[in-house]
């Protein structure tokens, strides 16, 4: 790298540092608010279309109806339209709105390449609706790269994710805030372990919040942040989403936490009987989520922790009868004061640990 590009990588990051970067710019980490650390606002998932059992074929094709609700929340990939999120922009400006009057204040928004980010149309929403909108730079899962992508070194690789992240992504100048969510599957592949390693030589020049996606096994997030750790990362400054259908080991969990990466449970809302990409695997309800918060702080870890919804599919809009992006505010917080979580805790999960993420170093 020439001293001409090592000067300006110093000059973009010293504007940065003690700040958080949003689609409208850099702002105080004061200004966040309650926050969101794990949602999308426009994206598709077809990727993820699964087709459900050849009687139920003709319900793939439906619209979303009242009478298939029941059967959409227990097969949400199994309907073509319910993956198409990016049709529906003026649903979720208003319930961003509703979502400041309740008392939001940002939300991570982790599209990534793959799955169909649009910068252009969340700078909108951020105008509109007075909500700080926190963008993803980098990859999803590798059944979403490009072959051009695959063929990457890590070098190369590296310097798109800081690219993102101070110049801006997909040909626009509206820049990423976050590297995230960051896509594996399990078991990892080559493609995806080259990301992580960019990952972290991005993370390591930017000082950036990172955001993993796990493969889905309990091995998984450990056998990440060891690939993360050699390579240079900031265990500290990264986020391990879905926990909540990842590690359910009591003691497992607890050795995970030991590590130091922010615990994500990012799936509030999702309470359905089979979960699609994992027969082996029982969702928890919202109620056993709170437990486990619970248990997690009553272990010390209450600075390490962080929620969100996920909502990535159009059925868990409050449109189509779902829960929305409200949920956790409304609902959720209540439910945990009513369980013995304080306040204090509850601000730290929602206000201070995305606070203390989200600052650029």
């Known amino acids: 790298m020439s001293e001409k590009v090592f000067f300006c990588l110093g000059e973009n990051m010293s504007s940065l540092s003690g700040k958080v970067q949003t689609v409208l710019g850099p702002i105080q980490p004061e200004q966040l608010g309650y926050t969101l650390t794990h949602e999308h606002l426009t994206m598709t998932f077809n990727c993820c279309y699964s087709p459900p059992p050849p009687p139920q074929k003709a319900l793939s094709e439906e619209p979303i109806l009242m009478k298939n609700l029941f059967w959409l929340k227990q097969n949400p990939y199994s309907n073509r339209e319910n993956l198409l999120l990016n049709q529906e922009v003026d649903t979720i400006k208003a319930e961003l709105l509703h979502f400041k009057e309740v008392g939001g204040g ?208 159009k059925n868990r809009l409050t449109k189509y009868g779902g829960h929305g992006y409200s949920h956790i505010l409304t609902n959720i917080v209540p439910k945990m004061l009513c369980r013995g979580i304080s306040q204090e805790c509850i601000d730290k999960i929602l206000l201070e640990n995305p606070k203390q993420w989200l600052t650029f170093k």
């Open 106 to 313: 940002s939300i991570v928004e982790n599209t990534t390449t793959g799955i169909s980010r649009d910068v252009r149309t969340l700078k909108v929403m951020a105008e509109e609706t007075g909500v700080n909108i926190i963008s993803g730079a980098g990859f999803y899962v590798d059944a979403t790269h490009s072959s051009e992508t695959r063929s990457m070194s890590v070098e190369q690789l590296t310097k798109i994710l800081v690219n993102e992240v101070l110049e801006g992504a997909d040909g626009t100048d509206i820049k990423c805030g976050i590297i995230g969510e960051i896509g594996c599957s399990w078991p990892l592949t080559e493609s995806e372990r080259k990301i992580l390693q960019a990952t972290a030589e991005a993370q390591a020049q930017l000082g950036c919040p990172v955001n993993i996606h796990p493969g889905r096994s309990s091995d998984a997030p450990f056998q990440i942040l060891r690939i993360l750790q050699e390579s240079g990362a900031d265990i500290s400054k990264t986020v391990m989403s879905h926990l909540d259908r990842t590690i359910f080991d009591e003691k497992k969990l607890l050795e995970f936490a030991e590590l130091g990466s922010y615990l994500e449970y990012d799936l509030f809302g999702t309470e359905m009987l089979n979960y699609q990409f994992n027969d082996a695997v029982d969702m928890p309800s919202d109620n056993e989520r709170i437990k486990t918060l619970r248990l997690l702080i009553n272990e010390g870890y209450e600075d390490r922790l962080v929620i969100a919804h996920d909502i990535h599919t």
